[in-house]
């Protein structure tokens, strides 16, 4: 079942604004991970973060966690027209299935 | 290049019909992992094997099945075809450890006519 949900479900912004995704999920993780899917093409992992850290940066990537809230958000600063993706979080509860809870995506368009 | 590879990259059949989709986990990798994407939708999880025991189904329709043999490689076969099931199915692996990522191949186009 689907733990993440991802909001919004679509975002369209010009080049070089900040986009600003969010996933909430529903039980306690081990670590929550965003993934990048270009159109058609497989899953491309970006970055992860445990549940006891509050924030990590990958480039022009931030991340934040708030277990409190079970929610994560992506920050993509300086967008680039390459940006636009679908853009995927994936909860890991750390049960013995070593298996990833998906949401539904966030559509990212970056106008040029 | 993620180091997962799956075959076919596109599949044409007709209804009724039956498919074999491949996967190739990175090398060391234990856990794999199968979804199913229809068009514009988020990933369905299928079906999980971890070192060649499956661990965890999701939305897995019976006329589906899959396998992770002994060299790791996986099938996820498809039978009695519809024209729903058309979809891209992806294969990822992982280490299998707490923590780790997963490497997605650039899935199987599957498509019922």
């Known amino acids: 079942s689907q733990q993440g949900e991802e909001d919004p479900q679509a975002l369209s912004i010009q080049e070089g604004e900040n986009a600003t995704m969010n996933c909430s999920y529903k039980t306690s993780i081990n670590n929550l991970q965003w993934y990048r899917q270009n159109s058609g093409r497989g899953l491309v992992h970006l970055i992860l973060?445990?549940?006891n850290e509050r924030e990590k940066h990958s480039g022009r990537l931030r991340v934040t966690l708030d277990t409190s809230k079970k929610s994560s958000s992506l920050l993509i600063t300086a967008s680039r027209a390459a940006d636009t993706a679908s853009y995927f979080c994936a909860t890991d509860t750390g049960d013995s299935n070593y298996q990833l809870i998906w949401g539904a995506g966030t559509k990212l368009i970056i106008k040029p | 290049d993620s180091g997962v590879t799956q075959t076919p990259k596109h599949l044409i059949t007709a209804t009724g019909q039956r498919v074999t989709l491949r996967c190739s986990p990175r090398?060391?990798?234990?856990?794999v992992y199968w979804y199913q994407q229809s068009l514009d939708q988020g990933l369905q999880f299928l079906i999980q094997y971890y070192n060649g025991e499956e661990r965890a189904k999701g939305n897995i329709l019976e006329r589906f099945s899959a396998q992770q043999f002994p060299d790791l490689h996986s099938e996820l076969n498809l039978s009695s075809l519809e024209l729903g099931d058309s979809a891209l199915y992806f294969c990822a692996s992982s280490a299998g450890h707490w923590g780790t990522e997963a490497f997605f191949g650039q899935g199987t186009r599957l498509t019922v006519v």
């Open positions: 090398s060391g990798d234990l856990s």
């Open positions: 973060i445990r549940s």
